[in-house]
């Protein structure tokens, strides 16, 4: 390829980034709305300390729910590394968790949205039915917040993290594993041959080279946790407030964040294929 | 005469395939060897033997000795490090890391020396020194800082040959370090390997047998994983003792 071609191709490189990140920049500024609006709520709410007012115990559900998926996706880097780097092909215990995530990895993550919001409510509703807590008597009741909140150690707060769980890890292992196979063998054979150790190969060459594509496995996988607690969200407001101002923001806030983190992803898989696309860096 | 290289009854297995039988071969210190076979006949994999690369696939069983500068390297007090510094390979296609050409030079040294222990002076020194031998200093003194995979294929050679030196190895092997080059940057390489040959052995495996007569002293003949003759290469290729060897230099297997 002459070098005229390979600066166009440069211009427009730049060009489509920069629309991207116009782009981003205009998702980001009403989230940034919505964040000051939730916060400014939530501490009125507190203040107010009617129990009728209180959002935050679903909402504290939820956030313990994100941040259990996140401990999952950086646990999920960690077993691709271990399969990939260390465990043979042949090995059955590779095969066996290739085979599972294969399974999982395929299932579109509204699917396990749809699961995690239908235990999420469907226990609220039994727990209606046995009388443990006040069937709401009306919109906007305060009742339906509460029978929404779980404390932490009920079977089916575990549930729906397990439903998490299962949704990010093999998200997160498939992706991985790819950005860890996208790293040319001869790279690492020129290593091993230069008398590196598989440590020293790992962290000189194939973390450098993988992890832009570890980043954007990470923040796909964060991405879909988050749209499916906005579904969560969104199916709450919908179904349980009449008033539905700040449980809607809410639901506006985790969809914009699983939509920012998604968009960087993409950029972030775009950089490292520009990179490698460069005609100045042939792929081999 | 010294030998780098011995080996006894060596075979090897991937799985249940045995690409190499019961080869016994002296490789004689400071000079160029070349090594020459039909596609499939275990160049690569002996090859691949003497730095122990080979047991990255996982499905290699090896029987037989092999020593290396004296030292049997399946001994359990080998450390594979040591035996791939003293051990250098150069692939068929130029590989550089996806590095600047200062870093990979320095990247040998830098495995094998604990943290920041080379001074910027030494590093530069080195640099400069392993370019020269190569014959790359003139063209590459500008661009140290550039990333070595966006050199000329040639360059990228030159430049993994040269990445070995540092390490002062004793042993440098080369899987047909030529198949990716022109005609030219052939001969550069070829005309390389003449120069440090004094310096280093070399075994060079080679499906240019017009290369193997320029550059080497000694030639082995391989066929379906069995050494047929190693001689003196005019020797080899003016008067073939076995018929299969002289089959493959008059060109009668494609
Ligand atoms: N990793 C491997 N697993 C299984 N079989 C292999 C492996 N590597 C090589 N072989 C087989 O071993 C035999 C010898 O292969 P090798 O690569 O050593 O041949 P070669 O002489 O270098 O051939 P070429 O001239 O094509 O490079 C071949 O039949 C090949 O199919
Ligand atoms: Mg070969």
Wanted: charged share 15%; proline share 5%; glycine share 6%.
């Amino acid at each position: 390829m002459n070098a005229m071609m390979t600066r166009a191709l440069r211009k427009q490189e730049r060009v489509s980034q920069c629309i991207t990140f116009i782009i981003l920049g205009s998702v980001g500024i009403p989230i940034w709305n919505v964040l000051q609006k939730t916060y400014a709520a939530d501490t009125e709410a507190a203040s107010a300390a009617t129990p009728l007012n209180t959002l935050s115990p679903p909402l504290d559900n939820l956030y313990t729910v994100l941040s259990i998926s996140f401990v999952a996706i950086l646990f999920g880097i960690a077993c691709a590394f271990y399969l990939q780097e260390w465990l043979p092909q042949t090995n059955w215990v590779r095969r066996f968790i290739e085979s599972i995530v294969a399974i999982l990895g395929g299932v579109p993550s509204i699917f396990y949205g749809i699961l995690a919001t239908g235990i999420f409510f469907s226990y609220a509703g039994t727990l209606k039915t046995i009388g443990v807590v006040r069937a709401p008597q009306g919109p906007g009741d305060g009742a339906a917040l509460e029978s929404l909140s779980f404390p932490h150690d009920t079977p089916v707060f575990y549930i729906v993290v397990l439903t998490f769980i299962l949704m990010v890890m093999p998200l997160t292992i498939k992706t991985t594993q790819a950005a860890l196979r996208s790293v040319a063998t001869p790279i690492r054979e020129a290593a091993y041959a230069l008398g590196a150790s598989h440590w020293q190969v790992l962290k000189t060459q194939v973390i450098p080279i993988a992890l832009t594509q570890i980043l954007a496995a990470g923040c796909r996988a964060m991405s879909s946790a988050l749209a499916t607690v906005a579904l969560i969200f969104g199916i709450y407001v919908w179904q349980y407030t009449d008033a539905p101002g700040e449980m809607s923001n809410r639901f506006v806030l985790f969809l914009s964040s699983a939509l920012l983190f998604s968009i960087f992803s993409s950029i972030l898989i775009k950089l490292c294929t520009s990179a490698s696309a460069d005609p100045a860096h042939p792929t081999r | 005469m010294n030998h780098s290289i011995e080996t006894e009854n060596l075979s090897l297995w991937y799985g249940d395939f045995q690409a190499l039988m019961d080869v016994s071969v002296k490789i004689p210190d400071g000079q160029i060897t070349s090594l020459i076979g039909p596609s499939g006949c275990g160049k690569t994999t002996l090859l691949r033997c003497f730095n122990r690369v080979n047991e990255r696939y996982g499905n290699v069983t090896t029987e037989g000795k092999i020593e290396v500068l004296g030292k049997n390297i399946y001994d359990a007090d080998v450390s594979l490090p040591e035996l791939r510094k003293a051990v250098g390979m150069v692939f068929q296609r130029p590989n550089p890391l996806p590095i600047s050409v200062y870093e990979n030079i320095l990247f040998g040294l830098r495995i094998h020396s604990p943290m920041r222990s080379i001074t910027r002076a030494d590093a530069d020194e080195i640099v400069e020194e392993a370019l020269k031998s190569v014959f790359l200093w003139t063209d590459l003194k500008d661009k140290l800082k550039t990333r070595a995979t966006s050199l000329q294929l040639e360059q990228q050679q030159k430049l993994c040959i040269a990445r070995l030196l540092p390490l002062k190895p004793k042993i440098i092997l080369m899987d047909e370090p030529c198949s990716a080059l022109d005609a030219k940057g052939t001969r550069a390489v070829e005309e390389l390997m003449e120069i440090l040959a004094g310096t280093y052995t070399f075994i060079i495996v080679t499906h240019n047998m017009a290369q193997a007569r320029r550059v080497s002293k000694e030639c082995i003949f391989m066929f379906l994983g069995e050494l047929i003759e190693h001689r003196e290469t005019q020797a080899l290729f003016t008067d073939p003792q076995h018929e299969k060897t002289s089959d493959y230099v008059h060109m009668r297997y494609g």
